[in-house]
């Protein structure tokens, strides 16, 4: 029987709630489709490091990150927490993962389940269909920022963007797979925002380039700002839609709206082939932390894309085909916090997958 063994970062706020729901639905796939998981639970968060001095080398010890590397999969809760520094744990938790792994890609699926979770009139499942390719390790989070006359009236702050042609390429070749692989409209769109920031023309460069590989995906191309008017007016032109770092962060939580709500968004932070990162999209929420309270879909999702990636498909499939059809049948009356208890929301899914509920 194959083993896969997963490094558990549960995190912050809701972060251990969610992920315990999301670890009880992968147990379940895992024993119906023949495999089983090694995991191994590690307890960086905010409260580890307030525990142990607040010492920045706590934050994510040195010798638990080769551990963690050592794995074939990380899934990680949900990290931050207002009594840090703002983005400091983040920082050295979300972001020391992206960069070190050079998790180079952020896979994060749209998909509409049902029309009843989507604020849009008149649209539809047929309509929001996308997956979002976010660069993952340039841009403005490489973390080159600085400040000059701190304090002072005339205080200078900078944050740099950087990309390099390898690091752009690589987002962009993957977006052109997967809109082969998808299969459906077949479609990359570049989102940018050359106009105004002369270093995207990079973007657009490699994009042609690497398009001309691909005669057979059509290309479309949106600035971010009307990417946002696009996706809200005409969402059913999206299929794969590749972007930068910062804009792919900022659209994805649009996307994610587009689907019910940071409640379903999952994500997946993947080095193909090597070990990848998975986690709901959503934050630590620490005002519903411990009440039972959080909606666990979107880190069941991300659940199911980590057997995806595992080479687990069928049990990937299977945990998202659960939730559709409980979410289809309202069961799952709404993924909004408060709406079921995240326990509750586990034990549907178990039971889904396991054929123990009563058909409706
Ligand atoms: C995300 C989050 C992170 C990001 C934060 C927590 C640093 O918003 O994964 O989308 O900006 O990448
Ligand atoms: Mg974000």
Not at 120 to 137: A, H, Q, S
Not at 199 to 204: A, F, K
Request: charged share 25%; with cysteine; proline share 4%.
């Amino acid at each position: 029987m194959k083993q896969y063994q997963i490094a558990i970062l549960a995190g912050d706020g809701i972060g251990p709630e969610v992920t315990r729901e999301a670890m009880k639905v992968l147990d379940t796939a895992a024993s119906i489709y023949g495999f089983s998981t090694k995991k191994t639970e590690y307890p960086f968060s905010t409260q580890y490091w307030l525990d142990h001095g607040q010492k920045d080398e706590m934050i994510f010890p040195q010798a638990s990150f080769e551990e963690v590397k050592q794995h074939h999969a990380v899934y990680l809760g949900a990290i931050g927490d207002p009594r840090a520094p703002v983005g400091k744990i983040e920082y050295g938790i979300i972001a020391k993962l992206r960069f070190e792994l050079d998790l180079y890609i952020n896979l994060r699926p749209v998909r509409l389940y049902d029309e009843r979770l989507c604020p849009l009139k008149d649209k539809g499942p047929k309509d929001i269909d996308m997956v979002f390719v976010r660069e993952n390790t340039e841009g403005a989070y490489t973390g080159t920022f600085g400040f000059a006359h701190k304090g002072l009236p005339i205080e200078v702050a900078s944050q740099v963007m950087t990309y390099t042609r390898h690091g752009v390429e690589r987002a962009i070749r993957y977006s052109f797979d997967l809109a082969r692989a998808r299969n459906k409209q077949k479609k990359v769109t570049l989102i940018d925002k050359a106009n105004a920031l002369r270093s995207h023309d990079l973007w657009q460069r490699t994009f042609h380039e690497v398009a001309r590989e691909y005669p057979d995906i059509k290309t479309d191309h949106a600035y971010i700002d009307a990417a946002c008017m696009w996706l809200i007016k005409n969402p059913e032109w999206f299929d794969v839609a590749v972007t930068t770092n910062l804009f792919g962060d900022i659209i994805t939580d649009l996307g994610a709206m587009l689907q019910g709500g940071m409640g379903i968004a999952a994500s997946g932070n993947l080095h193909p082939g090597k070990v990848s990162l998975f986690e709901p999209i959503h934050g630590s929420a620490p005002k519903y932390a411990g009440q039972n309270k959080a909606c666990p879909v979107a880190a069941i999702l991300a659940a199911s894309m980590m057997c995806d990636y595992l080479g687990e498909k069928k049990a990937g499939e299977a945990i998202e085909n659960a939730i559709i059809d409980l979410i289809r049948t309202k069961r799952i009356r709404s993924v909004n916090t408060g709406e079921h208890a995240t326990t509750e929301v586990g034990d549907m899914v178990v039971a889904a997958l396991t054929g123990k509920l009563a058909k409706v």
